[in-house]
């Protein structure tokens, strides 16, 4: 039982650290989010420009903030790490009301100086809680920012996960970006803003809906080239938590009360062989005018006496569980811990409601049944084979395996879904290769490739403006034009927003991405060469579904001579997350004009731990120039294994619990059948008396668990179809009804069965008959 509980307040302070927890500011009911939906994204962000214009027209809230998530380098002396950061708008916390625990937090107004605000989270865990930090200067990227304030600890990132690390006005990021990045807040495409809102008094939810969406369709009329088909959307930000989360937090919470529910049935069992040996008491209690509703009383109350002692327990386990959550968690390449996870009043109060609600649970079955013990029967000294509470025993039993074996189809086909993240065909090398973030002058790139493949050890150097996978927020897009494609044959049709890479010859070779058709970018594709692309397949199937895409053309918006000649096809490889959806993408020759200020380098090495050539590349960087010092060295296993590690956790997780689920089952029914062996003893004596064998003893006994678990196989199977299909949306290269998994659980199952009625079945073998016709 306390096993089961403190299984829940863990998952509970799982999913509410990472889930759940609200904003941690006044009145959160108040906040709602903003997004532009539109065929492709129903919640889709705003730029900064739609941003401002929504703070400028809507008269439903008392005001409007937004944020983007980005990346920054901290340096430290000789240490240099990548934190996280939110870029917000200069009233963020004024309108969110959030006040600082030191020092003090930027706001609308302020022209001077870089400030910046650090995270709780971040103070304590890299500066140590120094009080002293407000006000000192840090240099984050290339510029230089003032501390100005420390945020308090209940106030957490505007996204489902975690906290951040420092929050910027826009002047301080474009500061740190050494003036980089003012497009991130002109450019009326640039979606990356979550965009809240705090409800003025007296305005509901559907008033300030309503204004949304009015003013979204003004806007369609007024910038038909970037925000047409696209409408508003205003919901409650507690909503959008759990919208974005229900599928994850509703299986987890699922699995765990199935455990607490198989647990529960143990005591139950339990406190039912109780009752069956107190029998006599209880008869006698009620011979002399006990009511029912009496004796049942005293057993709920016995039960929940037995609650309170496993919620204590469950309590201890649950805070020792806690504190080893970090250790399962996907860590971030290079950043910090996602979420802070904490044996907290809410989590306390939860614990506590459920082991009320499982007290009482367990504890229905026997007051029910010691209320109905008839007194007559038991006083005359009859047997209580046969009697009414054997069948309860066993429907018990019954709801154990089923139940089980629902926990174990789960994990088995969320191992499978893990397994295929690791195996399945994906598009990219299963090498690994060391990944360099390089910020430096754009002159200086190729010398940094040469530098770089000159290195003992290196094989190969790919560059590319973003690796696969590498945390950007969705990946670069660009607005294409296909020209002739029904697309954009209507008058006012909008370009298509299409995730690219701007790479070089060999960065497909290097990642392990195939070519299938047609050419590879070369060294004469630079300069004032012929324009050209490459396209993935589906971008091909898209636009080109019954000719060879070789050859045509497409139009990138916004560039010089942005009509590009396709050369080549190549596989579908993952953009931001090894399971998502394969989407079009197309490629760029890096040295023809789409060459960006930073630079992904792809180092192919020789040796088994490309990390151990981190030292000689950062050294070779700062050779060519002391300013492409890399922002980060990392493995691009690393970056899979991120983007792998939410199957890996709930893997980990439902397969902790399915063997929980599993023992207990075992423990229940080897409970069950040792009972029932008891109670059968003179039977028993009885046969072998009259002449069975000690094989056929033991044959009654696993007769008796064996059927009990293939009946409730046969009732947990359908249970548990109708639950891998709640949780399709969870699984990668597999469909919810998979087989294999469905047998080898009911296999487990009988095996479990078959191990926990052994010993009972040799006890019963050896059954001496002359002493077993003298038992009672």
Known sequence: LALGIGANATIFSLLDGMYLRPLGVPAPAEVVRVFLAHEEDPYGNLSYPEFRDLRAEAKSFTGVAAAMRRGARYRDGETTRILLVNVASPDFFQVMGVKPHLGRLFGAGEEDGAPIVVGYDAWQRV?????????????????????????????????????????????????????????????????????????????????????????????????????????????????????????????????????????????????????????????????????????????????????????????????????????????????????????????????????????????????????????????????????????????????????????????????????????????????????????????????????????????????????????????????????????????????????????????????????????????????????????????????????????????????????????????NAPINEVTEAREPYFYLPFFQGAARWEMTLLIETAMPDPQSLAGAVRTSLVEVDRSMEPMSLLRFSDLVSYSTGPYRMKAQLVGALGVLGLVLTAVGLYGVVAYSVSLRTREIGIRMALGAQTRQAAGLVLRQSLGLTAAGVAIGIPLALAATWKMASLLFGLEPWHPPVFVAAALVLLAAAFAAAWPSARRASRIEPVTALRYE
């Open 127 to 571: 500066f140590g809680g120094d009080r002293n930090l407000v006000g000192r200067s840090l240099r984050l990227n290339r510029g230089t920012v003032t501390v100005a304030g420390i945020l308090p600890p209940e106030f957490r990132d505007t996204g489902v996960t975690g906290y951040r690390d420092f929050w910027a006005p826009p002047r301080t990021w474009m500061a740190m970006a050494g003036g980089e990045v003012a497009s991130d807040f002109e450019a009326r495409r640039f979606r990356v803003y979550d965009v809240l809102a705090r409800l003025r008094p007296g305005v509901s939810e559907a008033q300030a809906r309503a204004e949304v969406e009015t003013i979204a369709r003004r806007w369609e009329q007024a910038h038909p080239e970037s925000n047409k088909a696209r409408r508003g959307v205003l919901v409650t930000d507690f909503d959008w938590r759990w919208k974005n989360s229900k599928v994850t937090v509703g299986a987890m919470f699922g699995v765990v009360a199935l455990v607490i529910l198989i647990a529960s049935v143990n005591v139950a069992n339990l406190l039912l062989a109780r009752a069956e040996a107190r029998r006599r008491e209880i008869a006698i209690r009620t011979a002399i005018g006990a009511s029912r509703w009496r004796v049942a009383r005293q057993f709920l109350v016995e039960s929940l006496l037995l609650g309170g002692a496993g919620l204590a327990m469950s309590l201890v386990i649950a805070f020792w569980l806690i504190e080893a959550l970090p250790g399962i968690l996907p860590a971030t390449p290079g950043y910090a811990a996602p979420a802070r996870f904490e044996l907290d009043l809410r989590v306390t109060l939860a614990t506590l409601a459920v082991g009320l609600t499982t007290a009482l649970l367990f504890g229905l079955a026997p007051a029910w049944s010691a209320g109905r013990t008839p007194p007559a029967p038991v006083l005359k000294g009859e047997s209580a084979t046969g009697s009414h509470r054997v069948p309860l025993r066993n429907v018990l039993a019954l709801a154990q395996v089923a139940i089980s074996l629902v926990l174990v189809v789960a994990a088995g086909v969320l191992a499978l879904s893990f397994r295929n993240t690791r195996t399945a065909e994906l598009g990219f090398t299963r090498g690994d290769l060391l990944l360099a973030w390089v910020s430096g002058s754009q002159r200086f790139q190729e010398a940094a490739i040469q530098k770089i493949a000159a290195l003992p050890g290196v094989r190969r150097v790919g560059a590319g403006t973003r690796a696969p996978m590498s945390l950007s927020a969705g990946g670069m897009f660009l607005h294409v034009v296909v020209p002739g494609h029904p697309d954009f044959a209507a008058a006012g049709a909008r370009p298509a927003e299409i995730k690219f890479n701007a790479i070089d010859p060999n960065f497909l070779p290097v990642m392990g991405t195939r070519l299938l058709r047609g050419r590879n970018f070369t060294e004469q594709d630079r300069g004032e060469a012929p324009r050209v692309a490459l396209v993935n397949e589906t971008m091909a199937r898209r636009y080109w579904p019954n000719e060879d895409a070789i050859g045509k053309y497409l139009r990138v918006e916004g560039m010089a001579k942005g009509e590009c000649q396709i050369v080549g096809i190549v596989e």
